[in-house]
C-alpha cells in the first residue's frame, strides 16, 4: 500500500517494504520568507517566486516519513465576539468593565451593619499621646490643687452667688439651662421664654431649674471640621484625614461596603465626625487604618478593580441633622453643664468679687474722680461755643449799622431839584 510522504519538499508517495536510508529527498529546515524572498534555512537557493519557491530540490537524504507534522496553535474564530477558543490548554475569558447601570443595580443598601476597621498604631504616635497624657493630667492636678477663691462667682446662666465658703456649696443653684436668644430686639433664654427688650432685666431674670453650684468652667468637646483628602491606585481607595495626635482609644472607624463612618477624637479635646457615602463598594475584610501623628490613613480594598470617579455617590442626599432639644426639666440631683461664660454677657469673677458694699464707696469716689475732667471739658467748650456767639452777633449788628448808614447817605440828595 502506497503511502504519502509528509517530509517537506518530497510529497511523493512511497512503499513501506521498499523504504530505505537514501529514498527521500527533503528539506530539514523551516521556510524563510524575508524582503520578498523565499527559502528554506538549510539551504542558500533565494527566489521572489512562490512557485520556483515550492519547486526547490531538498538538500538532504533520508527516509520518507508518514508522520503528519503538528500544526501550530491557531484560535478558531466563531460568530460570537468573545467566543475565542484556543485548540488546546485552558480557556481565557476577558470581561470588560460593568456599566453604570449594572453597578447600581448590584450596589449594595447602606443600611448593612458596620464593622470596625483594624487600626495600627505607629511608635510615634504612642510616644507624642503618651507625651499629652502626662501634661493634661499635670494640668488636671494644678486645676484640683487650687481652691476655689472666695468671691468667684458661680458659672451657671443666671446664677448670681459668690462663692463666700464651703458653705456656700449647700446652697440651691437656681439657673438657666437653656441658651440665650438675641432676636428682632427681643432678649430671652429658650428654656423659660420670657422675653425683654432690656438687657439689665434680662441679665436679672431668675432662673427657671435648680441644681448645684459649679465655680470652674467645664471644658466641654468641641466638635470641629477637619482637612481629609483620597488617592486610589489599582485595587484600594485610600481616604487621609489631616487630625493631628488621633487618640485611637476614643477614636472609632467603621465601615460597610457603601459606608465609612469616622468619629475621630484628636488634640484632647477636638471631635471629628462625618460619614462617607462611597461612590463605589469596598471589601470591608481586607481593610484597614493606619495612624501617625500628622493623619489618619484609611485604606479600603475595592470590591471591583475600576476606577472611581469620584470618592463620594453624587446621587446621596443627607439628612439634616435634628436640633437638639434644650427644653428638657432637670431636678436637683442633675447638673447643669452649660457655661454662661461663653456667651460673654455678663462680667468677670474679679468684678463680682469686688462689688461688695464695702467697695461701694471707694468705687464711688473713683467715679467721680474720673467724671470731674470730662465735666471741667464740657464746661470750657460751652464757654467757647458762648464767646463764638457773641462774636459772630457783634459782627452782624456792626454789619447793620454800616448798611444803615450807607441808606442815611444815599439818601440825603433825594429831596434836591433837578437841574436844568
Not at 443666671?158 to 464651703?166: D, E, L, M, N
Not at 464711688?364 to 457773641?390: F, S
Request: glycine share 6%; net charge negative; with cysteine.
Amino acid at each position: 500500500m502506497a503511502l504519502l510522504c509528509y517530509n517537506k519538499g518530497c510529497g511523493l508517495k512511497f512503499d513501506a517494504k521498499k523504504n530505505k536510508e537514501a529514498s527521500c529527498v527533503f528539506h530539514p529546515g523551516v521556510p524563510i520568507f524575508h524582503d520578498a524572498l523565499k527559502g528554506w534555512s538549510c539551504c542558500r537557493k533565494r527566489t521572489t517566486d512562490f512557485s520556483e519557491f515550492l519547486s526547490i530540490k531538498g538538500c538532504t537524504r533520508g527516509r520518507h516519513s508518514d508522520v503528519k507534522p503538528q500544526e501550530p496553535l491557531r484560535p478558531e474564530v466563531s460568530s460570537d465576539k468573545g467566543g475565542i477558543k484556543r485548540t488546546n490548554g485552558e480557556e481565557i475569558i476577558y470581561r470588560g468593565p460593568k456599566s453604570a447601570e449594572t453597578l447600581q443595580k448590584e450596589r449594595p443598601s447602606s443600611d448593612e451593619p458596620m464593622t470596625k476597621l483594624p487600626l495600627n498604631v505607629s511608635a510615634s504616635l504612642a510616644q507624642a499621646l503618651l507625651k499629652l497624657d502626662i501634661s493634661k493630667k499635670a494640668e488636671e492636678e494644678k486645676k484640683e490643687g487650687e481652691a476655689v477663691r472666695a468671691g468667684t462667682r458661680c458659672k451657671n446662666a443666671g446664677c448670681k452667688t459668690v462663692y463666700q465658703g464651703p458653705e456656700t456649696d449647700t446652697e440651691v443653684c437656681t439657673n438657666h439651662p437653656g441658651a440665650p436668644v438675641f432676636h428682632e430686639g427681643y432678649k430671652y433664654w429658650n428654656c423659660c421664654c420670657i422675653r425683654t427688650i432690656d438687657f439689665n432685666a434680662f441679665l436679672d431674670q431668675k432662673g427657671c431649674s435648680t441644681g448645684k453650684h459649679r465655680w470652674i468652667p467645664k471644658q466641654d468637646k468641641k466638635k470641629v471640621a477637619c482637612r481629609y483628602d483620597w488617592h486610589q491606585t489599582g485595587n484600594n481607595i485610600v481616604v487621609t484625614i489631616y487630625a493631628k495626635n488621633a487618640n485611637p482609644q476614643l477614636s472609632s472607624i467603621e465601615a460597610n461596603r457603601t459606608v465609612l463612618s469616622c468619629q475621630i477624637q484628636f488634640e484632647n479635646e477636638k471631635i471629628f465626625k462625618r460619614d462617607f457615602h462611597f461612590w463605589g463598594v469596598v471589601d470591608v475584610k481586607q481593610s484597614s487604618v493606619n495612624t501617625v501623628p500628622s493623619k489618619v490613613e484609611i485604606t479600603l480594598h475595592k470590591a471591583d478593580q475600576v476606577a472611581w470617579g469620584k470618592l463620594e455617590d453624587p446621587n446621596y442626599k443627607p439628612e439634616p441633622e435634628p436640633a437638639e432639644d434644650s427644653f428638657t426639666e432637670t431636678t436637683e440631683s442633675q447638673e447643669n453643664d452649660y457655661d454662661i461664660d461663653d456667651n460673654d454677657i455678663s462680667d468677670s469673677d474679679e468684678e463680682w468679687a469686688n462689688d461688695t458694699p464695702q467697695n461701694k464707696p471707694q468705687e464711688e469716689d473713683e467715679q467721680k474722680e474720673e467724671e470731674t475732667p470730662i465735666l471741667k471739658t464740657k464746661e470750657v467748650e460751652e464757654e467757647m461755643k458762648k464767646a463764638l456767639e457773641e462774636k459772630t452777633r457783634a459782627e452782624e449788628e456792626k454789619s447793620k449799622l454800616k448798611e444803615e448808614r450807607r441808606q442815611e447817605a444815599g439818601g440825603a440828595y433825594e429831596d434836591m431839584p433837578e437841574l436844568e
